[in-house]
């Protein structure tokens, strides 16, 4: 890791995060929900989902880490769950995302630290 992927990783690292927060956040609200207010629900973590898949893929274009598409795959374990309608399932995966999103930004931050950038 040069001092460039580390920023990368760092910088992806938390916003990745944030939207996985966000939309598992969404979808555990899904569960006493119906109707319109369910169907609105999960168009929202769709469209979230979206959006983090477009910020790991950056990541993964800038930052060497096989930790990105690993957390790829768990993205696309939980739209397959969203999209199945069965939502709830997918903060599961959302969670395994998380983690490995948190031990990439831990690791770019410590490399950071050690350069003194940080």
Known sequence: M???EAIMSFSQGEKIKAGLIWTS???QLLDGSVGGE????VKTAGA????????????Q???SDSAWAEMMKDLEKARVMIDSGIPSE???H???ALSKSTDV???AMAFLKDEGLL
Not at 38 to 41: I, L
């Open 2 to 4: 040069n001092a460039q």
């Open 25 to 27: 956040q969404i979808l």
């Open 38 to 41: 369910r169907s609105a629900g």
């Open 48 to 59: 979230l989902v979206g959006m983090i898949r477009h910020e790991i893929m950056l990541a």
């Open 61 to 63: 274009s800038r930052a």
């Open 90 to 92: 997918a903060v599961t």
């Open 94 to 96: 959302l969670t395994r």
């Open 105 to 107: 930004a831990g690791r």
